[in-house]
Structures are given as structure tokens and as C-alpha cells.
């Protein structure tokens, strides 16, 4: 059984590795486009930081023992019929790939603005490695004094802290009203003050619209009367999946352009499977496919799909949507859906917020947890959560325990039956999320008792 797999990220290798495991005598080969398989990506930021000074040291993994690693072999058709993929690889001749399953983990690229100049030297964006030694030698050279950063998602935000911990000026120019717009803007205006106690200037609902290099250096102007000069500017403003490939073949497109599958991570086409950022992911909470670019999520995807393509028959559980980021002292973490979000789906969300102390006052170093509870007002079901925190508060694994209950389809009110773990330096007898969640509980008995006296 030959098994091939384009793209060596997070989604790829995951399908090699199971196939590994479940095929002794399976031939898997991977394809990737570049020559780093199975590098994290997520640590991009904590490299150009540099406080992890060796790129070397993303690699996941480096062994990859009985997979057949293509580096520099670009996937550029796909030959349903005669079951062949073509591959371009420098200094070789056309290659031809034969499979009998084929799974597709092209993942996804950073979006490029529609900004006049955003090509000029000195401006970057981020997603791959390459990417990154780009931004890297830029640094290290050019040695730029201030930077404009658009975008104030979690990728422009960890380049923020990224940047400042070089010593560099940092400018953040967004178009939202709030940074971090994947969480509510009560959390987003505490992140604002985060950056700015950090020194990083923001500017929210700024459209920016030109880069001009002006003599040695750069300006950035927007809407707002928003102007900047600087030496180096980064656009994050959002990814879109790598579909091209997928689609040239037949494969069908859906939401944001990404390719269609079922929970198998199967495509329309026979033999033919797709997973991590390239596809749909299937909402758990909202039973309906969706676009939500993880890691976590293509990990998961990479290895139901092998064992799918192997005869095995297993579907993708979901994703929630669940992330964390941490911003100079804080950590930002949220799962399922926010109140606007439910409501969209017509859920009936209550919302509400609490704080409580991360471990008992009387042991050093208490500081306050703020957890936003989204729940259903009429059947008290959880809907997501939200958690901010200084970093070392464990606001991550935390709001896993919301992430766990929503995997299960838990009320608001059971969260509080868990039997969590205690010790006054690191919790209390009630942890924080189970107080969040008779706080939400609370409110909503309130309001429902004064209407029963209206
Ligand atoms: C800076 C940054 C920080 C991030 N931080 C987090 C985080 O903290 N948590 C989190 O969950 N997610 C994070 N992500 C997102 C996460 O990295 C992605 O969701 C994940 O890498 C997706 O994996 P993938 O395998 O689907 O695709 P990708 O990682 O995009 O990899 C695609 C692979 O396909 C190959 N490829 C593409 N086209 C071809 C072709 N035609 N032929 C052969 N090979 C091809 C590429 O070479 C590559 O190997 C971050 C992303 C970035 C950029």
C-alpha cells in the first residue's frame, strides 16, 4: 500500500506518524515543499524574539524512521485517474509520485493585504520558516530602531512582544476596534493596556492602506490620520488555506476557500483525504464545518485521516475553537463560542464575568483570574469561556477544564460537581472556574426569579 502525503507540517507528519503505527508494511512518503518537516511554526515568534536562539531547536521531531521525507518536492498536479502525483524538485527531472491513498496537508499561507507597497524591502509576513530567516537576517542587519506590526491578532501581538523583548519601538495599526478581536472587548482592552504598559503604541480601527519607503526608511499610513515612520513593518492579518492543488484536481472549495471534507477527512474524491489547515474543520458546538486554522486541530485531522486512508473508520470529534497566547505577563485563553456568537447561532447565551484569585490570598504570589462564562439562559448548557491571567496563573489548563466540558456537552452548574485538584499555592477548595461558573449560575437564577415577580 503506498500512502503519499503532501505537505510535512503539522497535518502531514501526524498522518505519517499514525501510519506508521497502525502499517508496519504501509510505503508512506512524504512531500514537502520546503526542507523543514515537521518544524514548529508556533514557535516562530520566541525564535525571532530570541529566546529560543536556534531555529534548530523548533524541529518537532528529527527522526522520522520508515517514512520516506521528500524535502524540496512540490506537489504541482494531481492525476486522479492514473492515481500519480507530479513534483517539481530543484535540479531534477519532473518526478511522478504513484499513490494508492493520498492525503493533502498543503496547510495555509499568510493573507497579502491589499496595502500599496507591501512588497517593499523591509516589509514582511509570517508563516513558514523561510519566513522567518527572512525577518531574522533583516534584524540582525538592518538592525531596525522601530517597527509597525498590522494586525493585532495572536500572531501580530506575539511579534509585538517578540520585537519589544529585542529593544525594538513597536507600533501596532489594526483595523479592528480592539486587539485580539478572537476575545471579547473587555479582555482586549486589558491586552491593550498589557502592550502599552510594555511600551508598544496601538492604534485600533485603523485601516493602513500605503507603505512607502521614504530615504532609509519606511512610512506607513492609514485611515484615522494614522502615520508612521519606521524601519521594518509586519503584516499578520489573518491566514488562507493552500487549496490550489486540491482544487485543480476537482476537489470542491467551501468556506474561506478551503477544501471540502467530511468528519472521515475525506474529500468528494476517491482515495483522497485532507487535513489541517488547508481544509473545513468540523464545529463541534454548531455541528456544521467551519474554518479554524490550528495546529492542535491539524494534528488530530493528520492522524484520522491515515488511519482513514489505512481502512480504518474514525471521524474528526470537532474543534472548539479552542486557543491560548501569551502577551508579555498575560495569558489570553478561550474556547467555544463568545455571546455574539451564540446568539448568531440562536442559542439563548447569558454571559458573565467574575474574578477570584488564582491560589489562597494568604499564599505569596495570589494574583486575579478574570473567567467570561458563555452559557445557555434557558437549558444551562455551557457555551464557552473565556480566561485572562498573569502567566503562571495555569489560565491554559484552566480553561481546558471549560474545553473538556464542552466536549462533553456539560451544563454551567455540573463544572462545579468536578472533582478538581487543591493546594492553597496553587488553587482553592472551589477553583476559579468552578466559581465562574456558580457565578454565572447565580445570575442567572436572579434574573429568571425577578421575572417570575415582574
Ligand atoms: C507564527 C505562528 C504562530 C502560531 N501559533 C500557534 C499556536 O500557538 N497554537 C496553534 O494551535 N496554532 C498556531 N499556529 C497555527 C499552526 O501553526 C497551523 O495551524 C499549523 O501549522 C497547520 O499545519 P498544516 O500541516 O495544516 O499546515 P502548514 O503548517 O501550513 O504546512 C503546510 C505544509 O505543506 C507543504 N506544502 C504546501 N504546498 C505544497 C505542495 N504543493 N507540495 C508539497 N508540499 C507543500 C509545506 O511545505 C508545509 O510542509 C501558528 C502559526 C503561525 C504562523
Known amino acids: 500500500m503506498k500512502l503519499l502525503i503532501i505537505g510535512g507540517s503539522d497535518a502531514g507528519i501526524s498522518a505519517a506518524l499514525r501510519a506508521r503505527e497502525l502499517d508496519h508494511d504501509a510505503e508512506v512518503t512524504v512531500l514537502l515543499a520546503d526542507d523543514f518537516p515537521n518544524y514548529s511554526i508556533c514557535g ?32 504541482t498536479h494531481i492525476n486522479t485517474a492514473e492515481k500519480t502525483v507530479n513534483v517539481s524538485s530543484e535540479g531534477a527531472a519532473s518526478l511522478t509520485f504513484r499513490y494508492d491513498k493520498l492525503v493533502i496537508g498543503t496547510g495555509a499561507g499568510p493573507v497579502e493585504p491589499p496595502i500599496e507597497g507591501w512588497r517593499n524591502p523591509g516589509v514582511f509576513l509570517l508563516h513558514t520558516m523561510q519566513d522567518s530567516f527572512a525577518v531574522h537576517r533583516y534584524l540582525e542587519t538592518a538592525k531596525p530602531r522601530r517597527a509597525v506590526i498590522v494586525g493585532a491578532g495572536y500572531i501580530g501581538l506575539e511579534m509585538a512582544d517578540a520585537l519589544t523583548h529585542r529593544g525594538i519601538e513597536v507600533t501596532i495599526a489594526s483595523r479592528t476596534a480592539t486587539v485580539l478581536p478572537t476575545v471579547d472587548a473587555e479582555f482586549g482592552k486589558s491586552v491593550s493596556e498589557e502592550l502599552q504598559r510594555h511600551g508598544v503604541k496601538v492604534h485600533t480601527s485603523v485601516e493602513v492602506d500605503r507603505i512607502a519607503k521614504a530615504g532609509g526608511q519606511l512610512h506607513v499610513s492609514g485611515s484615522s490620520h494614522f502615520e508612521q515612520d519606521c524601519e521594518m513593518a509586519l503584516i499578520a492579518v489573518g491566514v488562507k488555506p493552500n487549496a490550489t492543488l486540491g482544487a485543480d484536481a476537482g476537489l470542491d472549495t467551501g468556506i474561506r476557500g478551503a477544501l471540502v471534507v467530511n468528519r472521515k477527512m475525506e474529500s468528494k474524491l476517491p482515495d483522497i483525504y485532507v487535513a489541517g489547515d488547508c481544509a473545513e474543520t468540523f464545529h463541534r458546538l454548531l455541528n456544521r464545518h467551519t474554518y479554524l486554522p490550528l495546529g492542535t486541530t491539524a494534528h488530530k485531522q493528520g492522524r484520522v485521516a491515515a488511519e482513514n486512508a489505512l481502512g480504518g473508520n474514525r471521524e474528526f470529534a470537532g474543534s ?24 448568531r447561532e440562536s442559542f439563548h447565551p447569558f454571559a458573565a464575568e467574575s474574578t477570584a484569585n488564582d491560589h489562597k490570598a494568604y499564599y505569596p504570589g495570589a494574583t486575579h483570574l478574570r473567567t467570561r462564562v458563555t452559557g445557555n439562559a434557558e437549558t444551562g448548557r455551557l457555551l464557552g469561556a473565556q480566561i485572562m491571567g498573569r502567566w503562571g496563573t495555569e489560565v491554559s489548563k484552566r480553561l481546558d477544564i ?50 417570575v415577580h415582574v
Request: proline letters at 6%; charged letters at 20%; glycine letters at 8%.
Open 44 to 75: 516562530l515568534p520566541f525564535y525571532l524574539s530570541g529566546e529560543t536562539p536556534d531555529w534548530r531547536s523548533l524541529a518537532h521531531r528529527t527522526e522520522f524512521e520508515g517514512i520516506g521525507i521528500r524535502r524540496g518536492h512540490r506537489a
Open 320 to 343: 472548539l475553537g479552542t486557543q491560548v497566547v501569551k502577551i508579555f505577563d498575560l495569558v489570553i485563553a478561550r474556547t467555544g463560542l463568545r455571546h455574539h456568537e451564540a446568539q
Open 402 to 451: 471549560f474545553a473538556t466540558a464542552l466536549f462533553h456537552g456539560m451544563s454551567v452548574d455540573q463544572i462545579s460537581d468536578l472533582d478538581l485538584s487543591y493546594t492553597p499555592p496553587l488553587s482553592s477548595p472551589w477553583d476559579p472556574v468552578q466559581m465562574a461558573c456558580q457565578n454565572w449560575s447565580g445570575k442567572v437564577d436572579m434574573i429568571a426569579a425577578q421575572k
